[in-house]
């Protein structure tokens, strides 16, 4: 800001302040050894309303293209850094929450419901960056965003940008956590 004289990416902090909101309720579930069932839903259905926001800063890279070619380096050093640390946050929430749902829940049934989440959450970036809803708007706005989803859902021939955008993304996000769980898993050892 001091070398720009802008306070134009200043929203990136607040994206990343929503970023650390799931991290810190799994890093607070999985510190809780008197962690109930029903604790566990209804701080899942909250982490999973909050979870899109962490890899959602990967979509403020688009912001680059009004930046000045005077100091676009600088603007991509910091854009980059902030979409990096919230899908680290992302990575390292995941891989919490798949330990703690892994202490209640069949194993066999752990890995396809977190391949789902991962493209759901695709489906949230979408929701955020195109149709700009915010995770609070499930309270503030339910209808509007439950009219939209089921419109998006029960139309794909006239979504298809949703659709591919949420594959895509999803796909992104699918292979990010594997490569994350095989660097996680050597350096544990």
């Excluded at 802008?6 to 990343?16: D, G, I, M, P, R």
């Excluded at 591919?164 to 050597?186: D, E, P, R």
Aim: aromatic share 20%.
């Amino acid at each position: 800001m001091k070398l720009t004289h802008s306070f134009h990416f200043l929203f990136l902090v607040w994206n990343l302040f929503l970023a650390v909101i799931p991290f810190a309720i799994t890093a607070y579930l999985i510190s809780n050894p008197k962690l109930s069932k029903y604790g566990l839903y209804f701080w899942f259905c909250v982490w999973l309303l909050f979870l899109p926001n962490a890899p959602y800063i990967i979509t403020d890279l688009l912001h680059l293209k009004v930046s000045s070619s005077y100091l676009l380096w600088l603007d991509v050093l910091v854009v980059t850094s902030f979409a990096l640390n919230g899908l680290l946050l992302f990575l390292l929430s995941i891989t919490d929450m798949k330990a703690i749902m892994s202490r209640f829940t069949n194993n066999k049934y752990v890995n396809p419901i977190f391949i789902f989440i991962l493209f759901l959450c695709g489906f949230g970036v979408y929701l955020g960056r195109f149709l700009r809803y915010n995770s609070w708007e499930v309270i503030q706005n339910p209808l509007n965003l439950l009219n939209d989803i089921i419109f998006l859902i029960i139309h794909p021939n006239l979504n298809l940008e949703a659709c591919l955008f949420t594959f895509i993304f999803g796909s992104f996000l699918n292979v990010a956590y594997w490569m994350f769980k095989q660097l996680y898993a050597n350096t544990s050892k």
